[in-house]
């Protein structure tokens, strides 16, 4: 097996407040993609790393990654990005070398996911699965509404069983193929999804859940900026 991982980037960070695209930010002092791309290359099984950057940001993208030595193992290009997630994914998919038959799909928002969460979610596509997402069980408890507009108090329709709920993160992992024409058939359909994985469901494939780690988490929202650093005093300390 030939395995790499893109790397979505190209997103401004909205919620994260104003500022540079959320990528750039740095975390302790280097940027958070920089992070990301480490992650990825940590595992032994990583060849290649494509990085999918702002489309205005390719370049500084590029200076930066040939800044911070990545393994001799691992080879790293960038390509420009799109207006959504899934876009830049499929951009990102669209550069990879013939010889990759696994692909990983990580958000470059976990900048700090562990190597072992990143080899599980390897070796269970390496064991036949098309489809694997790293997931945790919920500490909230969940209600579906029916949204009202900005300050309206809204309707509870439901509260599915928090036991079966599972949250997700990155790296997603795939049989090269079958994520392939999972955005090939979207394309097609015109529609959207939250993430890859959703994608290949609407396939018909299969799709596991393995266990993720907490250090996983998103940097979405500014306390997750401080959540982050801390992980990284910690690890350092
Ligand atoms: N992403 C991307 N291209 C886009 C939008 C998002 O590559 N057009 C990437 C982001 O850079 C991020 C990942 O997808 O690494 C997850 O998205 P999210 O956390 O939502 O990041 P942003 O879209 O940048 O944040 P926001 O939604 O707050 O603007
Ligand atoms: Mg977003």
Redesign the pocket.
Known sequence: YRTAAVI?????????GPGVP??LRTLNGTPMLIHAVRAMAASRAVSLVVV?APPDGAFEVKNLLDEHALPERTDYLVVA?????Q??VRLGLDALADNINVVLVH???RPLVPVDTVDAVIEAVRNGAPAVVPALPLADTVKEVEPQAKGEAEPVVATPERARLRSVQTPQGFDRDTLVRAHETVAVNGEGATDCAGLVERLGAPVVVVPGHEEAF?V?RPLDLVLAEAVLARRRA
């Open positions: 979505p980037a190209a997103g401004r960070g909205v919620r994260l959320k990528a999918v990005g799109g207006d959504t997630r876009e830049s958000d470059a928002a998103k979405t």
